[in-house]
C-alpha cells in the first residue's frame, strides 16, 4: 500500500491497465464511432418472451427463469433453431441505413446457447437445422459495409454444470474452476476463430463466484489482447484483488471503456464521465433485449427522435450509444426495428457531422434545448436541437468571453431568421421559420475581445 499525501493507493495485482483513455487508433476508432448496434439473438428469440401461452412481462431472454422452462425443454429449441429467415446482408443493410459504425453481437446469452460451432459443448448453433457459421456470415456482410463488429459473451451460463453463483465449499471451488477453464476456452476459440473482431462486451460478471476470481478476468483480457492485438474490452469484465467491478478499489477503471450505463445516460452536465471512454447500452422497447412477441414489449417502443436525442446526448458527453436490436427466432428483423433504424439513420444522414468523430465541448453546457459537440480533430463546435423550444427561439449560451461570429445549418431546414447578441457570450436564434423538426449548426465564434477585427458592430446590439 502506498499513501500519497490522503489519497492511498492500494497495490494491486488484477486492477486498472490504463485507467481507461487508450490513445492508441484502435480505440480512436472506437470512439470516433459513436454510435453502434447491439443484436440479442438466440434460442430465447423463437418463444418471444411467451411460454406455454402465457406471456413474461420480463426481458425475453430470460423466459426460461422467469417461466421455469424445464432445463430439458429449453435445451430441445435447439431443434427449432432454422434461421430460415436468417439474412447477414439484410442485417447489414438495416445498420448501414441506420447510420450504425459497429455491431455487437450476442455469442452466448446466459442461457448458455452458442451462435458459433463451440468445440467446448454441444450447445451451439452448429446441432440445429441452421447448421451456419452466422458470426461469420455477419462479419463479412457487416465488414464489407466498413462496420466493425464486436462480440457479446456472457460469462453468466445457466447451462454448464459447473456454473455457481456462489463458492461455498470445495466442491464449489472445483467446479467453478472447471467452468472458467471452460469459458477461457471458449473465448480462446471466438478470438481464435473471428480475429477482425473489434471487442469484446462482456455481460454476466456481478455474482460472488466471478468477483472471487479477478485473476481469472485480468488472464481474459490479458489472452484476448495477445490474441488479437488492439482489441477492446469492456468495464464489465474485470474484477480486482477484491472483488470490485467496473473501477478497481482505487477507483481507476478497469478495461478500454466504461459500460455500465444500460438503459439509462449520464445527466447531461455530468461532465465528470468525460474523464474516460464509455458507452450506454439501450433498448428500443422499454426492457425487453430479446425478441418478445407481447404487448408488454411492443408498447413501449421508443420514438426516433427520442433515439437521436440519446446519440445527441452520448456525444455531447464523449460516449457512445449502443441501440440494442431483437431479431425474431427464424432471424427476421422486426419490422417496427427496421422503420426505427431508417429514421434515426435519415436524422444520422444530416447530422452525422456533428456526431461522428466528435465528443464533448469543455465549457458549452447544455442548455435544454439540446447539445453541443466538438469535432476531435478541428474543434468545430456544433449545436444539436433536439427539444426545439415552442418559442421558436433557441439561445445558446456560450463560455465566457465568446461570441457568435456565424454559423451554418447541418440541415436542409435552413437558416435562422436573425441571430441577435442578448449580452455578452449569449445570443439568440429565431428558428420559427426553420421547417419542423431537429435542427443543427456549426457555430462560428469569436472572442469578445477583439470582436471588432472580426466583424462590423451588431445594430441590434446596443454598444
Ligand atoms: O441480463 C443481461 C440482459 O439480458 C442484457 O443482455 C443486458 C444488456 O446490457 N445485460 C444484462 C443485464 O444487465
Known amino acids: 500500500m502506498d499513501t500519497r499525501g490522503d489519497n492511498v493507493t492500494l497495490q494491486l495485482n488484477y486492477g486498472t491497465n490504463d485507467g481507461g ?4 487508433a484502435a480505440m480512436a476508432r472506437f470512439r470516433a464511432h459513436r454510435f453502434g448496434q447491439f443484436i ?11 411460454w406455454d401461452g402465457q406471456d413474461i412481462d420480463f426481458a425475453a ?11 430439458a425443454e429449453w435445451e430441445a429449441l435447439a431443434g427449432q433453431f432454422t434461421a430460415e429467415a436468417f439474412d447477414a446482408e439484410a442485417w447489414a443493410d438495416t445498420a448501414a441505413a441506420m447510420g450504425a459504425k459497429y455491431m455487437t453481437i450476442t455469442t452466448k446469452h446466459h442461457d448458455g446457447f452458442c451462435l458459433w460451432p463451440s468445440a467446448e459443448t454441444d450447445f451451439h448453433i452448429g446441432n440445429t437445422p441452421a447448421g451456419r457459421d452466422v458470426l461469420a456470415e455477419l462479419i463479412a456482410a457487416y465488414e464489407a459495409r466498413g462496420i466493425d463488429v464486436n462480440f ?29 477453464d471452460f469459458a477461457m476456452k471458449q473465448l480462446a476459440e471466438l478470438a481464435q476463430r473471428y480475429p477482425s473482431v473489434k471487442a469484446f462486451w462482456f455481460d454476466g460478471t456481478w455474482d460472488e463466484s466471478v468477483k472471487k476470481n479477478g485473476e481469472w478476468t485480468w488472464q481474459v483480457e490479458r489472452m484476448l489482447k495477445d490474441t488479437i492485438p488492439g482489441v477492446i474490452v469492456n468495464s464489465r469484465l474485470r474484477a480486482d484483488d477484491h472483488g470490485a467491478r467496473h473501477f478497481d478499489s482505487n477507483g481507476e477503471l478497469m478495461g478500454d471503456y466504461e459500460s455500465g450505463y444500460e438503459r439509462r445516460l449520464p445527466e447531461p452536465w455530468d461532465v465528470s464521465v468525460t474523464a474516460r471512454d464509455w458507452e450506454a447500452c439501450m433498448t428500443i422497447s422499454q ?13 413501449t417502443i421508443k420514438h426516433p427522435l427520442d433515439v437521436v436525442d440519446m446519440i445527441a446526448h452520448c456525444t455531447s458527453l464523449g460516449g457512445n450509444l449502443l441501440l440494442n436490436f431483437g431479431p425474431r427466432g427464424d432471424g427476421s428483423l422486426q419490422p417496427v426495428e427496421q422503420e426505427l433504424a431508417a429514421r434515426v439513420g435519415d436524422w444520422l444522414t444530416e447530422f452525422g457531422e456533428a456526431i461522428y468523430g466528435c465528443g464533448h465541448a469543455p465549457g458549452w453546457s447544455p442548455q435544454g434545448w439540446g447539445y453541443f459537440t466538438r469535432n476531435d480533430t478541428d474543434g468545430t463546435i456544433f ?3 433536439t427539444r426545439l423550444p415552442v418559442s421558436g427561439r433557441v439561445r445558446i449560451q456560450l ?22 447578441e442578448l449580452a455578452e457570450s449569449v445570443v439568440e436564434l429565431d428558428v420559427s421559420q426553420c421547417s419542423p423538426g431537429p435542427l443543427g449548426f456549426a457555430l462560428t465564434t469569436m472572442r469578445l475581445d477583439n470582436r471588432d477585427a472580426l466583424r462590423e458592430p451588431n445594430p441590434d446590439v446596443l454598444t
Open 21 to 24: 483513455r487508450r490513445r492508441d
Open 40 to 50: 440479442h439473438w438466440g434460442l430465447y428469440s423463437i418463444p418471444g418472451g411467451r
Open 61 to 71: 431472454e430470460f423466459l426460461p427463469r422467469m417461466a421455469k422452462v424445464p432445463p
Open 152 to 180: 457479446y459473451y456472457s460469462v453468466l451460463d445457466w447451462h454448464h454444470p459447473d456454473w455457481r453463483y456462489q463458492l461455498e465449499n470445495d466442491d464449489d471451488e472445483a467446479a467453478f474452476a472447471r467452468y472458467l
Open 287 to 299: 426492457a425487453s433485449w430479446g425478441y418478445h412477441q407481447g404487448d408488454w414489449a411492443a408498447d
Open 383 to 385: 449545436a444539436l436541437v
Open 399 to 420: 463560455p465566457n468571453g465568446l461570441g457568435l461570429a456565424g454559423l451554418r445549418s447541418l440541415s436542409v431546414s435552413g437558416e435562422p431568421a436573425s441571430m441577435r
